[in-house]
Protein backbone atom coordinates (compact mmCIF):
# COMPACT_ATOMS: atom_id res chain seq x y z
CA UNK A 1 0.00 0.00 0.00
CA UNK A 2 2.80 2.15 0.64
CA UNK A 3 4.20 2.17 -2.59
CA UNK A 4 1.65 4.21 -3.94
CA UNK A 5 3.12 7.22 -2.27
CA UNK A 6 4.89 7.39 -5.60
CA UNK A 7 1.60 8.19 -7.20
CA UNK A 8 0.63 11.08 -4.93
CA UNK A 9 2.71 14.06 -7.11
CA UNK A 10 0.17 13.06 -9.80
CA UNK A 11 -2.53 13.20 -7.70
CA UNK A 12 -1.58 16.33 -6.04
CA UNK A 13 -1.24 18.30 -9.28
CA UNK A 14 -4.11 17.25 -10.30
CA UNK A 15 -6.29 18.12 -7.46
CA UNK A 16 -5.21 21.92 -7.58
CA UNK A 17 -5.43 22.32 -11.36
CA UNK A 18 -9.19 20.93 -10.97
CA UNK A 19 -9.45 23.06 -7.87
CA UNK A 20 -8.02 26.04 -9.96
CA UNK A 21 -10.59 25.76 -12.56
CA UNK A 22 -13.39 27.05 -10.25
CA UNK A 23 -11.44 30.22 -9.26
CA UNK A 24 -10.82 31.20 -13.18
CA UNK A 25 -11.15 34.88 -12.72
CA UNK A 26 -10.41 35.65 -9.20
CA UNK A 27 -7.17 35.50 -9.44
CA UNK A 28 -6.24 37.03 -5.91
CA UNK A 29 -7.51 33.17 -4.97
CA UNK A 30 -5.72 31.35 -7.43
CA UNK A 31 -2.34 33.04 -6.74
CA UNK A 32 -2.47 31.27 -2.66
CA UNK A 33 -3.88 28.41 -3.91
CA UNK A 34 -1.42 27.65 -6.06
CA UNK A 35 1.42 28.57 -3.55
CA UNK A 36 -0.13 25.98 -0.91
CA UNK A 37 -0.69 23.14 -3.67
CA UNK A 38 3.17 24.16 -4.50
CA UNK A 39 3.65 23.58 -0.86
CA UNK A 40 1.88 20.50 -0.93
CA UNK A 41 3.44 19.39 -3.87
CA UNK A 42 7.32 20.01 -2.40
CA UNK A 43 5.53 17.93 1.03
CA UNK A 44 4.83 14.87 -1.13
CA UNK A 45 8.26 14.92 -3.16
CA UNK A 46 10.42 14.92 -0.04
CA UNK A 47 8.23 11.88 1.26
CA UNK A 48 8.59 10.03 -2.27
CA UNK A 49 12.40 11.21 -1.93
CA UNK A 50 12.83 9.66 1.35
CA UNK A 51 10.81 6.79 0.87
CA UNK A 52 12.66 5.72 -2.04
CA UNK A 53 15.73 6.44 -0.77
CA UNK A 54 15.16 4.05 2.43
CA UNK A 55 13.28 1.29 0.01
CA UNK A 56 14.82 1.00 -3.48
CA UNK A 57 13.23 0.86 -6.53
CA UNK A 58 9.73 -0.05 -5.88
CA UNK A 59 6.87 -0.61 -8.78
CA UNK A 60 2.76 0.37 -8.85
CA UNK A 61 1.15 -1.89 -11.03
CA UNK A 62 -2.12 -0.09 -12.42
CA UNK A 63 -5.00 -1.69 -11.35
CA UNK A 64 -3.12 -4.89 -10.17
CA UNK A 65 -1.97 -6.15 -13.37
CA UNK A 66 1.28 -7.65 -13.40
CA UNK A 67 3.64 -5.65 -15.09
CA UNK A 68 4.24 -7.18 -18.74
CA UNK A 69 0.06 -6.71 -19.05
CA UNK A 70 -0.64 -3.25 -17.42
CA UNK A 71 0.37 -0.25 -16.59
CA UNK A 72 3.43 0.96 -14.23
CA UNK A 73 4.83 3.50 -12.21
CA UNK A 74 8.24 3.13 -11.31
CA UNK A 75 10.20 5.06 -8.24
CA UNK A 76 13.78 4.38 -8.61
CA UNK A 77 16.28 6.88 -7.43
CA UNK A 78 16.60 9.15 -10.82
CA UNK A 79 13.03 9.51 -11.08
CA UNK A 80 12.77 11.00 -6.82
CA UNK A 81 15.59 12.82 -7.55
CA UNK A 82 13.66 14.69 -10.79
CA UNK A 83 10.43 14.36 -8.94
CA UNK A 84 12.06 16.88 -5.85
CA UNK A 85 13.88 18.58 -8.51
CA UNK A 86 10.09 19.42 -10.40
CA UNK A 87 8.84 20.35 -7.45
CA UNK A 88 11.57 22.71 -5.97
CA UNK A 89 11.60 24.72 -9.30
CA UNK A 90 7.76 24.67 -9.21
CA UNK A 91 7.69 26.07 -5.93
CA UNK A 92 9.96 29.10 -6.25
CA UNK A 93 8.22 29.88 -9.75
CA UNK A 94 4.84 30.20 -8.55
CA UNK A 95 5.97 31.87 -6.02
CA UNK A 96 7.99 34.23 -9.22
CA UNK A 97 5.00 34.16 -11.70
CA UNK A 98 2.20 35.67 -8.78
CA UNK A 99 4.04 39.00 -9.00
CA UNK A 100 5.75 39.19 -12.73
CA UNK A 101 3.38 37.95 -14.79
CA UNK A 102 0.32 40.06 -15.00
CA UNK A 103 -3.65 39.87 -14.03
CA UNK A 104 -4.37 39.93 -17.31
CA UNK A 105 -2.59 36.79 -18.39
CA UNK A 106 -3.46 35.26 -15.55
CA UNK A 107 -7.16 35.31 -16.02
CA UNK A 108 -6.33 32.75 -18.69
CA UNK A 109 -6.00 29.74 -16.20
CA UNK A 110 -2.34 30.50 -16.01
CA UNK A 111 -2.14 28.27 -12.59
CA UNK A 112 -4.45 25.75 -13.84
CA UNK A 113 -2.63 24.53 -16.81
CA UNK A 114 0.55 25.53 -14.69
CA UNK A 115 0.05 22.62 -12.55
CA UNK A 116 -1.23 20.31 -15.66
CA UNK A 117 2.89 21.19 -16.92
CA UNK A 118 4.25 19.59 -13.10
CA UNK A 119 1.48 16.91 -13.41
CA UNK A 120 2.70 15.45 -16.71
CA UNK A 121 6.44 16.39 -16.02
CA UNK A 122 5.86 13.93 -13.01
CA UNK A 123 4.21 11.21 -14.60
CA UNK A 124 6.91 11.24 -17.36
CA UNK A 125 9.55 10.47 -14.98
CA UNK A 126 7.59 7.86 -13.13
CA UNK A 127 6.27 6.02 -15.71
CA UNK A 128 7.81 2.71 -16.84
CA UNK A 129 5.74 2.44 -19.75
CA UNK A 130 6.65 3.69 -23.33
CA UNK A 131 3.19 4.62 -24.36
CA UNK A 132 2.54 6.67 -20.93
CA UNK A 133 5.71 8.16 -21.46
CA UNK A 134 4.56 9.25 -25.02
CA UNK A 135 1.11 10.68 -23.39
CA UNK A 136 2.25 12.49 -20.59
CA UNK A 137 5.05 14.28 -23.15
CA UNK A 138 1.56 15.21 -25.07
CA UNK A 139 0.14 16.79 -21.46
CA UNK A 140 3.63 18.73 -20.95
CA UNK A 141 3.35 19.73 -24.82
CA UNK A 142 0.09 21.26 -24.54
CA UNK A 143 0.12 22.72 -21.28
CA UNK A 144 3.67 24.24 -22.76
CA UNK A 145 1.98 25.76 -25.95
CA UNK A 146 -1.34 27.18 -23.52
CA UNK A 147 1.60 28.78 -21.10
CA UNK A 148 4.59 29.88 -24.39
CA UNK A 149 1.55 31.76 -26.48
CA UNK A 150 -0.98 33.09 -23.62
CA UNK A 151 -1.54 36.67 -24.25
CA UNK A 152 -1.27 36.92 -27.61
CA UNK A 153 1.74 39.13 -28.35
CA UNK A 154 3.44 39.40 -31.44
CA UNK A 155 6.86 37.60 -30.97
CA UNK A 156 5.25 35.10 -28.63
CA UNK A 157 2.88 34.10 -31.66
CA UNK A 158 5.87 33.80 -33.87
CA UNK A 159 7.82 32.11 -30.80
CA UNK A 160 5.15 29.75 -30.40
CA UNK A 161 4.58 28.82 -34.05
CA UNK A 162 8.42 27.53 -34.21
CA UNK A 163 7.63 25.99 -30.55
CA UNK A 164 4.42 24.02 -31.73
CA UNK A 165 5.82 22.65 -35.30
CA UNK A 166 9.34 21.07 -33.61
CA UNK A 167 7.49 19.68 -30.81
CA UNK A 168 4.63 18.27 -33.02
CA UNK A 169 6.87 16.92 -35.52
CA UNK A 170 9.32 15.33 -32.53
CA UNK A 171 6.25 14.25 -30.70
CA UNK A 172 5.25 12.13 -34.08
CA UNK A 173 8.93 10.76 -34.76
CA UNK A 174 8.18 9.48 -31.17
CA UNK A 175 5.53 7.54 -31.84
CA UNK A 176 7.08 6.18 -34.87
CA UNK A 177 9.48 5.00 -33.07
CA UNK A 178 6.88 3.41 -30.60
CA UNK A 179 5.40 2.27 -33.51
CA UNK A 180 8.30 0.13 -34.66
CA UNK A 181 9.42 -1.05 -31.13
CA UNK A 182 5.94 -2.79 -31.28
CA UNK A 183 6.23 -4.10 -34.02
CA UNK A 184 9.83 -5.42 -33.15
CA UNK A 185 8.79 -6.98 -29.56
CA UNK A 186 5.43 -6.88 -29.23
CA UNK A 187 5.53 -4.66 -25.74
CA UNK A 188 5.86 -1.23 -24.57
CA UNK A 189 6.99 -2.21 -20.94
CA UNK A 190 10.54 -0.75 -20.61
CA UNK A 191 11.95 -3.09 -19.05
CA UNK A 192 10.03 -5.98 -20.71
CA UNK A 193 11.28 -4.57 -23.64
CA UNK A 194 14.93 -4.15 -22.74
CA UNK A 195 14.77 -7.76 -22.09
CA UNK A 196 13.30 -8.68 -25.10
CA UNK A 197 15.64 -6.81 -27.37
CA UNK A 198 18.43 -8.61 -27.18
CA UNK A 199 17.08 -11.35 -28.73
CA UNK A 200 16.18 -9.72 -32.04
CA UNK A 201 17.62 -11.20 -34.76
CA UNK A 202 18.17 -7.80 -36.75
CA UNK A 203 19.94 -5.54 -34.93
CA UNK A 204 19.93 -2.57 -37.78
CA UNK A 205 16.39 -2.20 -37.37
CA UNK A 206 17.59 -1.71 -33.41
CA UNK A 207 19.56 1.17 -34.14
CA UNK A 208 17.35 2.76 -36.75
CA UNK A 209 14.54 2.55 -33.69
CA UNK A 210 17.14 4.19 -30.84
CA UNK A 211 17.49 7.02 -34.00
CA UNK A 212 13.93 7.61 -34.19
CA UNK A 213 13.91 8.31 -30.30
CA UNK A 214 17.30 10.06 -30.46
CA UNK A 215 15.71 12.33 -32.23
CA UNK A 216 12.54 12.50 -30.76
CA UNK A 217 14.19 13.59 -27.69
CA UNK A 218 16.86 15.37 -29.18
CA UNK A 219 14.11 17.92 -30.59
CA UNK A 220 12.32 18.33 -26.73
CA UNK A 221 16.27 18.72 -25.36
CA UNK A 222 17.47 20.71 -28.22
CA UNK A 223 20.52 18.78 -29.53
CA UNK A 224 22.17 19.91 -32.70
CA UNK A 225 20.89 19.87 -34.90
CA UNK A 226 17.43 20.26 -33.97
CA UNK A 227 17.98 23.02 -31.51
CA UNK A 228 17.29 26.11 -33.40
CA UNK A 229 14.12 26.27 -32.18
CA UNK A 230 14.85 26.98 -28.37
CA UNK A 231 16.32 30.28 -28.54
CA UNK A 232 13.66 31.27 -30.96
CA UNK A 233 10.87 31.03 -28.94
CA UNK A 234 12.33 30.46 -25.19
CA UNK A 235 12.73 34.39 -24.46
CA UNK A 236 9.27 35.23 -25.77
CA UNK A 237 6.97 34.25 -23.39
CA UNK A 238 7.34 35.98 -19.46
CA UNK A 239 10.12 35.05 -17.57
CA UNK A 240 8.63 32.86 -15.14
CA UNK A 241 7.06 30.64 -18.13
CA UNK A 242 10.66 30.16 -19.40
CA UNK A 243 12.23 30.08 -16.07
CA UNK A 244 10.22 26.61 -16.02
CA UNK A 245 10.55 25.78 -19.40
CA UNK A 246 14.63 26.34 -19.13
CA UNK A 247 14.58 24.22 -16.41
CA UNK A 248 12.41 21.23 -16.64
CA UNK A 249 11.16 20.80 -20.02
CA UNK A 250 14.47 20.02 -21.83
CA UNK A 251 15.67 18.22 -19.16
CA UNK A 252 12.50 15.69 -19.55
CA UNK A 253 14.17 15.00 -22.76
CA UNK A 254 17.64 14.19 -21.49
CA UNK A 255 15.74 12.22 -18.46
CA UNK A 256 14.05 10.41 -21.23
CA UNK A 257 17.10 10.24 -23.12
CA UNK A 258 18.90 8.38 -20.47
CA UNK A 259 16.58 6.14 -19.70
CA UNK A 260 16.41 4.67 -23.12
CA UNK A 261 19.87 4.75 -23.37
CA UNK A 262 20.59 2.74 -20.46
CA UNK A 263 17.90 0.51 -20.43
CA UNK A 264 16.40 -0.46 -23.73
CA UNK A 265 19.17 0.72 -26.16
CA UNK A 266 22.52 -1.61 -27.01
CA UNK A 267 25.66 -0.10 -26.03
CA UNK A 268 27.14 -0.50 -29.74
CA UNK A 269 29.70 2.06 -30.42
CA UNK A 270 27.67 3.54 -33.14
CA UNK A 271 25.46 4.73 -30.90
CA UNK A 272 27.87 6.14 -28.30
CA UNK A 273 30.12 7.51 -31.12
CA UNK A 274 26.74 9.10 -32.65
CA UNK A 275 26.17 10.81 -29.27
CA UNK A 276 29.40 11.91 -28.64
CA UNK A 277 29.68 13.64 -31.97
CA UNK A 278 26.17 15.34 -31.37
CA UNK A 279 27.70 16.09 -27.89
CA UNK A 280 30.36 18.08 -29.13
CA UNK A 281 28.60 19.95 -31.78
CA UNK A 282 25.94 20.85 -28.83
CA UNK A 283 28.39 22.62 -27.20
CA UNK A 284 30.27 24.51 -30.03
CA UNK A 285 26.87 25.55 -31.40
CA UNK A 286 25.52 26.56 -27.94
CA UNK A 287 29.00 27.90 -26.89
CA UNK A 288 29.07 30.04 -29.93
CA UNK A 289 25.80 31.29 -30.27
CA UNK A 290 25.88 32.51 -26.61
CA UNK A 291 28.79 34.39 -27.58
CA UNK A 292 27.37 36.93 -30.42
CA UNK A 293 24.33 37.46 -28.50
CA UNK A 294 23.18 40.98 -26.20
CA UNK A 295 19.74 39.88 -25.04
CA UNK A 296 20.81 38.14 -21.91
CA UNK A 297 17.74 36.16 -21.62
CA UNK A 298 18.89 35.10 -25.60
CA UNK A 299 22.22 34.18 -23.60
CA UNK A 300 20.85 32.29 -21.60
CA UNK A 301 18.49 30.16 -24.08
CA UNK A 302 21.90 29.61 -25.99
CA UNK A 303 23.75 28.50 -22.58
CA UNK A 304 21.26 25.80 -22.34
CA UNK A 305 21.98 24.12 -25.45
CA UNK A 306 25.40 24.80 -24.33
CA UNK A 307 25.27 22.61 -21.13
CA UNK A 308 22.31 20.09 -22.75
CA UNK A 309 25.60 18.72 -24.62
CA UNK A 310 27.64 18.38 -21.24
CA UNK A 311 24.95 16.12 -20.74
CA UNK A 312 24.81 14.06 -23.75
CA UNK A 313 28.47 13.50 -24.24
CA UNK A 314 28.53 11.73 -20.79
CA UNK A 315 25.53 9.75 -21.71
CA UNK A 316 27.74 8.72 -24.38
CA UNK A 317 30.90 8.19 -22.99
CA UNK A 318 28.68 5.50 -20.88
CA UNK A 319 30.50 4.34 -17.43
CA UNK A 320 29.77 4.61 -13.73
CA UNK A 321 31.66 7.70 -13.51
CA UNK A 322 30.44 9.61 -16.32
CA UNK A 323 27.18 8.87 -15.36
CA UNK A 324 27.46 10.62 -12.57
CA UNK A 325 28.60 13.55 -13.47
CA UNK A 326 25.52 13.76 -15.83
CA UNK A 327 23.30 13.00 -12.96
CA UNK A 328 24.91 15.71 -10.80
CA UNK A 329 24.87 18.51 -13.96
CA UNK A 330 21.38 17.27 -13.91
CA UNK A 331 20.58 18.59 -10.91
CA UNK A 332 23.01 21.41 -10.71
CA UNK A 333 21.32 22.56 -13.82
CA UNK A 334 17.30 22.66 -13.13
CA UNK A 335 18.29 24.51 -9.85
CA UNK A 336 20.52 27.74 -11.98
CA UNK A 337 18.90 27.57 -14.89
CA UNK A 338 15.54 28.53 -13.68
CA UNK A 339 17.26 30.74 -11.55
CA UNK A 340 18.76 32.04 -14.32
CA UNK A 341 15.54 32.92 -15.98
CA UNK A 342 14.25 34.10 -12.87
CA UNK A 343 17.01 36.86 -12.92
CA UNK A 344 16.44 37.77 -16.70
CA UNK A 345 12.57 38.57 -15.70
CA UNK A 346 14.15 40.21 -12.35
CA UNK A 347 16.91 42.44 -14.46
CA UNK A 348 13.63 43.60 -16.74
CA UNK A 349 12.09 44.29 -13.89
CA UNK A 350 14.32 46.77 -12.86
CA UNK A 351 15.75 48.28 -16.09
CA UNK A 352 12.76 47.99 -18.56
CA UNK A 353 14.96 46.14 -21.28
CA UNK A 354 17.36 42.99 -21.09
CA UNK A 355 19.51 44.24 -23.68
CA UNK A 356 22.73 44.33 -22.53
CA UNK A 357 23.65 47.49 -24.89
CA UNK A 358 20.85 49.76 -23.08
CA UNK A 359 21.47 48.42 -19.29
CA UNK A 360 24.07 49.11 -17.18
CA UNK A 361 24.93 50.30 -13.53
CA UNK A 362 23.19 47.54 -12.00
CA UNK A 363 25.99 46.72 -9.12
CA UNK A 364 25.67 50.70 -8.59
CA UNK A 365 21.82 51.35 -8.30
CA UNK A 366 21.61 47.54 -6.57
CA UNK A 367 24.21 45.95 -4.51
CA UNK A 368 22.79 43.52 -2.99
CA UNK A 369 21.17 41.97 -5.82
CA UNK A 370 23.81 42.02 -7.43
CA UNK A 371 25.31 39.97 -5.24
CA UNK A 372 22.74 37.41 -5.48
CA UNK A 373 22.81 37.85 -9.18
CA UNK A 374 26.73 36.80 -9.28
CA UNK A 375 26.52 34.00 -7.22
CA UNK A 376 23.96 31.87 -9.35
CA UNK A 377 25.64 33.37 -12.19
CA UNK A 378 29.20 31.79 -11.19
CA UNK A 379 27.27 28.68 -9.86
CA UNK A 380 26.75 28.40 -13.91
CA UNK A 381 29.71 28.94 -14.75
CA UNK A 382 31.24 26.54 -11.87
CA UNK A 383 33.83 28.45 -10.15
CA UNK A 384 35.22 26.30 -7.43
CA UNK A 385 33.59 25.80 -4.50
CA UNK A 386 30.37 26.67 -6.37
CA UNK A 387 27.79 24.41 -7.48
CA UNK A 388 28.96 23.83 -11.29
CA UNK A 389 32.34 23.35 -10.32
CA UNK A 390 32.44 19.41 -8.73
CA UNK A 391 30.58 17.98 -11.89
CA UNK A 392 32.82 18.63 -13.79
CA UNK A 393 35.60 16.68 -12.25
CA UNK A 394 33.87 13.51 -12.96
CA UNK A 395 33.01 14.45 -16.72
CA UNK A 396 36.48 15.59 -16.89
CA UNK A 397 38.23 12.37 -15.59
CA UNK A 398 35.81 10.12 -17.34
CA UNK A 399 36.38 11.87 -20.65
CA UNK A 400 40.06 11.61 -19.97
CA UNK A 401 40.30 7.95 -18.84
CA UNK A 402 37.93 6.78 -21.96
CA UNK A 403 40.06 8.98 -24.19
CA UNK A 404 37.57 11.16 -25.51
CA UNK A 405 39.53 14.44 -26.71
CA UNK A 406 37.37 15.92 -28.41
CA UNK A 407 34.55 15.73 -26.01
CA UNK A 408 37.02 16.88 -23.43
CA UNK A 409 38.45 20.04 -25.38
CA UNK A 410 34.25 20.80 -26.31
CA UNK A 411 33.86 20.95 -22.49
CA UNK A 412 36.77 22.83 -21.32
CA UNK A 413 35.80 25.38 -24.54
CA UNK A 414 32.20 25.51 -23.16
CA UNK A 415 33.26 26.06 -19.96
CA UNK A 416 35.64 28.58 -20.87
CA UNK A 417 33.12 30.11 -23.25
CA UNK A 418 30.29 30.03 -20.56
CA UNK A 419 32.70 32.22 -18.20
CA UNK A 420 33.53 34.55 -20.94
CA UNK A 421 29.64 35.29 -21.70
CA UNK A 422 29.32 35.92 -17.79
CA UNK A 423 31.98 38.29 -17.08
CA UNK A 424 30.37 39.92 -20.53
CA UNK A 425 27.10 40.09 -18.56
CA UNK A 426 28.71 41.26 -15.62
CA UNK A 427 30.90 44.02 -17.33
CA UNK A 428 27.87 45.24 -19.42
CA UNK A 429 25.37 45.13 -17.57
CA UNK A 430 26.43 45.22 -14.18
CA UNK A 431 29.63 47.57 -14.37
CA UNK A 432 28.89 49.79 -17.17
CA UNK A 433 27.25 53.45 -16.69
CA UNK A 434 24.04 53.26 -17.51
CA UNK A 435 23.08 54.62 -21.07
CA UNK A 436 20.62 56.65 -22.27
CA UNK A 437 17.20 54.98 -22.55
CA UNK A 438 13.49 55.46 -21.93
CA UNK A 439 10.91 52.87 -20.55
CA UNK A 440 7.44 53.27 -21.17
CA UNK A 441 5.14 55.41 -19.34
CA UNK A 442 3.32 52.86 -18.08
CA UNK A 443 6.21 50.27 -17.18
CA UNK A 444 6.04 49.28 -13.52
CA UNK A 445 10.00 50.00 -12.61
CA UNK A 446 10.88 47.29 -9.25
CA UNK A 447 11.09 50.56 -6.97
CA UNK A 448 7.40 51.57 -7.20
CA UNK A 449 6.19 48.11 -6.27
CA UNK A 450 4.94 47.40 -2.73
CA UNK A 451 7.22 45.83 -0.09
CA UNK A 452 5.80 42.50 -0.52
CA UNK A 453 5.39 42.09 -3.96
CA UNK A 454 9.53 42.89 -4.28
CA UNK A 455 9.99 40.08 -1.40
CA UNK A 456 8.17 37.85 -4.02
CA UNK A 457 10.46 38.79 -6.70
CA UNK A 458 13.93 38.47 -4.87
CA UNK A 459 12.38 35.31 -2.50
CA UNK A 460 12.88 32.76 -5.09
CA UNK A 461 15.98 33.55 -6.62
CA UNK A 462 17.36 33.51 -2.65
CA UNK A 463 15.86 29.89 -2.63
CA UNK A 464 17.38 28.81 -5.70
CA UNK A 465 20.51 30.38 -4.86
CA UNK A 466 20.55 28.83 -1.03
CA UNK A 467 19.87 25.55 -3.27
CA UNK A 468 22.78 26.25 -5.44
CA UNK A 469 25.05 27.25 -2.72
CA UNK A 470 24.18 23.54 -1.12
CA UNK A 471 25.13 21.76 -4.14
CA UNK A 472 28.12 23.43 -4.19
CA UNK A 473 29.48 23.35 -0.46
CA UNK A 474 27.13 19.97 0.61
CA UNK A 475 28.67 18.52 -2.98
CA UNK A 476 29.61 15.11 -1.03
CA UNK A 477 25.83 14.43 -0.53
CA UNK A 478 24.82 15.50 -3.86
CA UNK A 479 27.90 13.26 -5.14
CA UNK A 480 27.04 10.10 -2.94
CA UNK A 481 23.11 10.41 -4.61
CA UNK A 482 24.61 10.69 -8.07
CA UNK A 483 26.48 7.34 -7.66
CA UNK A 484 23.46 5.64 -6.34
CA UNK A 485 21.99 6.27 -9.40
CA UNK A 486 24.87 6.01 -11.41
CA UNK A 487 25.01 2.74 -10.53
CA UNK A 488 21.57 2.13 -10.62
CA UNK A 489 21.30 3.01 -14.19
CA UNK A 490 24.79 1.57 -15.34
CA UNK A 491 23.40 -1.54 -13.62
CA UNK A 492 19.80 -1.78 -15.22
CA UNK A 493 19.18 -5.18 -14.33
CA UNK A 494 17.99 -3.95 -11.21
CA UNK A 495 15.68 -1.92 -12.68
CA UNK A 496 13.97 -4.79 -14.81
CA UNK A 497 14.02 -7.23 -11.54
CA UNK A 498 12.58 -4.23 -9.57
CA UNK A 499 9.02 -4.50 -12.68
CA UNK A 500 9.27 -7.44 -13.72
CA UNK A 501 9.76 -9.63 -10.41
CA UNK A 502 7.69 -7.73 -8.12
CA UNK B 1 -3.63 -5.45 -48.14
CA UNK B 2 -0.23 -4.98 -46.01
CA UNK B 3 1.52 -4.04 -48.63
CA UNK B 4 -0.91 -1.62 -49.72
CA UNK B 5 -1.18 0.03 -45.98
CA UNK B 6 2.94 0.43 -46.64
CA UNK B 7 2.65 2.40 -49.19
CA UNK B 8 0.00 4.52 -48.24
CA UNK B 9 2.06 5.00 -44.73
CA UNK B 10 5.49 5.84 -46.67
CA UNK B 11 3.05 8.23 -49.19
CA UNK B 12 1.67 9.99 -46.13
CA UNK B 13 5.39 10.44 -44.10
CA UNK B 14 6.63 11.72 -47.72
CA UNK B 15 3.48 14.01 -48.10
CA UNK B 16 3.59 15.00 -44.77
CA UNK B 17 7.26 15.70 -44.96
CA UNK B 18 7.18 17.95 -47.92
CA UNK B 19 4.05 20.11 -46.62
CA UNK B 20 5.66 20.76 -43.05
CA UNK B 21 8.37 22.27 -45.39
CA UNK B 22 6.79 24.57 -47.28
CA UNK B 23 5.81 27.95 -46.08
CA UNK B 24 2.65 28.62 -45.66
CA UNK B 25 1.59 28.48 -42.32
CA UNK B 26 -1.66 26.24 -43.18
CA UNK B 27 0.33 24.11 -45.46
CA UNK B 28 2.31 23.35 -42.60
CA UNK B 29 -0.85 22.15 -40.51
CA UNK B 30 -1.73 19.95 -43.27
CA UNK B 31 1.71 18.54 -43.60
CA UNK B 32 1.41 18.20 -40.05
CA UNK B 33 -2.04 16.19 -40.04
CA UNK B 34 -1.00 13.87 -43.22
CA UNK B 35 2.20 12.88 -40.93
CA UNK B 36 0.13 12.23 -38.10
CA UNK B 37 -2.06 9.83 -39.99
CA UNK B 38 0.74 8.64 -41.25
CA UNK B 39 2.07 7.65 -38.06
CA UNK B 40 -1.36 6.16 -37.10
CA UNK B 41 -0.98 3.99 -39.84
CA UNK B 42 2.32 2.82 -39.43
CA UNK B 43 1.56 1.70 -35.59
CA UNK B 44 -2.01 -0.44 -37.11
CA UNK B 45 0.70 -2.15 -40.05
CA UNK B 46 3.33 -2.71 -37.12
CA UNK B 47 0.77 -4.86 -35.12
CA UNK B 48 0.15 -7.23 -37.49
CA UNK B 49 -3.18 -7.01 -39.38
CA UNK B 50 -5.22 -10.81 -39.02
CA UNK B 51 -8.52 -10.50 -40.29
CA UNK B 52 -11.50 -11.70 -38.44
CA UNK B 53 -9.84 -13.52 -35.80
CA UNK B 54 -11.20 -11.70 -32.59
CA UNK B 55 -8.71 -11.40 -29.08
CA UNK B 56 -11.10 -14.15 -27.42
CA UNK B 57 -10.10 -17.23 -26.29
CA UNK B 58 -12.51 -20.39 -26.05
CA UNK B 59 -13.85 -21.31 -23.04
CA UNK B 60 -11.80 -24.84 -22.61
CA UNK B 61 -8.65 -23.18 -23.24
CA UNK B 62 -6.22 -21.30 -21.21
CA UNK B 63 -3.60 -20.28 -23.84
CA UNK B 64 -4.33 -18.33 -27.10
CA UNK B 65 -3.44 -21.48 -29.76
CA UNK B 66 -4.19 -19.63 -33.05
CA UNK B 67 -3.29 -15.89 -34.30
CA UNK B 68 -5.47 -13.14 -33.18
CA UNK B 69 -6.16 -9.63 -33.91
CA UNK B 70 -3.98 -8.07 -31.16
CA UNK B 71 -6.05 -5.42 -29.50
CA UNK B 72 -3.36 -3.54 -28.09
CA UNK B 73 -2.38 -1.33 -31.66
CA UNK B 74 -5.79 -0.09 -31.88
CA UNK B 75 -6.16 1.15 -28.46
CA UNK B 76 -2.47 3.10 -29.03
CA UNK B 77 -4.25 4.52 -32.37
CA UNK B 78 -7.25 5.71 -30.48
CA UNK B 79 -5.72 7.21 -27.80
CA UNK B 80 -2.87 9.39 -30.35
CA UNK B 81 -6.29 9.97 -32.63
CA UNK B 82 -7.71 11.76 -29.33
CA UNK B 83 -4.17 13.41 -28.35
CA UNK B 84 -3.55 14.85 -32.41
CA UNK B 85 -7.08 16.05 -32.45
CA UNK B 86 -6.45 17.92 -29.89
CA UNK B 87 -3.02 19.26 -30.61
CA UNK B 88 -4.48 20.28 -34.25
CA UNK B 89 -7.64 21.67 -32.73
CA UNK B 90 -4.86 24.09 -30.58
CA UNK B 91 -2.54 24.46 -34.18
CA UNK B 92 -5.56 25.80 -35.93
CA UNK B 93 -6.52 28.59 -33.73
CA UNK B 94 -2.74 29.64 -32.50
CA UNK B 95 -2.47 29.83 -36.56
CA UNK B 96 -5.89 31.70 -36.87
CA UNK B 97 -4.29 33.91 -33.79
CA UNK B 98 -1.23 34.48 -35.49
CA UNK B 99 -2.68 35.52 -39.05
CA UNK B 100 -4.50 37.67 -37.43
CA UNK B 101 -1.65 39.74 -35.22
CA UNK B 102 1.38 39.24 -38.16
CA UNK B 103 -1.43 39.79 -40.75
CA UNK B 104 0.52 37.07 -42.76
CA UNK B 105 0.83 33.30 -43.19
CA UNK B 106 4.20 32.99 -45.09
CA UNK B 107 6.59 31.49 -42.22
CA UNK B 108 9.69 33.89 -43.27
CA UNK B 109 7.77 36.57 -42.37
CA UNK B 110 7.97 35.84 -38.69
CA UNK B 111 11.71 36.05 -38.39
CA UNK B 112 11.65 39.87 -39.10
CA UNK B 113 11.04 40.48 -35.09
CA UNK B 114 14.77 39.27 -33.52
CA UNK B 115 15.80 42.40 -31.72
CA UNK B 116 14.98 42.98 -28.54
CA UNK B 117 12.30 42.73 -26.62
Known sequence: MSENIITYPLLVHLFFSIVLMFFWSKVKVQKIVTIIGNFIAFGVAIAVFVFTWQNGTHVVNAGNWDAPYGIVFVGDMLSATLILLTAIAGLTVSIFSTVSIINARLRFGFFSVYHFLLLGLNGAFLTGDLFNLYVWFEI????????ISIGGEKNQLEGAVKYFTLNFFGSLIFLTGLGVIYGLVGTLN???????????????????????FLTAFAIKSAVFPLNFWLPASYHTPPSAVSAIFAGLLTKVGVYALIRMMTLIFPHDPFLMNLLMVLAVLTILSGAFGAIIQ?????????LIICHIGFMIGGLGIFNVMALTGVIFYLIHDIIVKTNLFMIGGLIYRLKATTNMKKIGGLYKSYPKLSLLMIIVLFSLVGVPPLSGFWLKISLFLSSYNTGNYWYLGALILGSLITLLVVAKIWAEAFWKNQPEFKASKRFIFFDKLYPIQKWQFVMPIVILAIFSLYIGFGAEHIQALSERIAEDLYNSQNYIDAVLKP | MEILLAIMTGVLYAAGTYMILRRSIVKLIIGVILFGNGVNLLIFLLGRITKGKPPIIAPELKHFADLYADPIPQALILTSIVISFGLQAFAIILVKRAYKVLKTDDLDMLNTLDEDS
Do not use: E
Request: with cysteine; hydrophobic share 60%.
Open chain 1, 294 to 302: NNIRKVFSF
Open chain 1, 140 to 147: IIISSFVL
Open chain 1, 190 to 212: MADIAVKIQSVNNQIIVDVCAIL
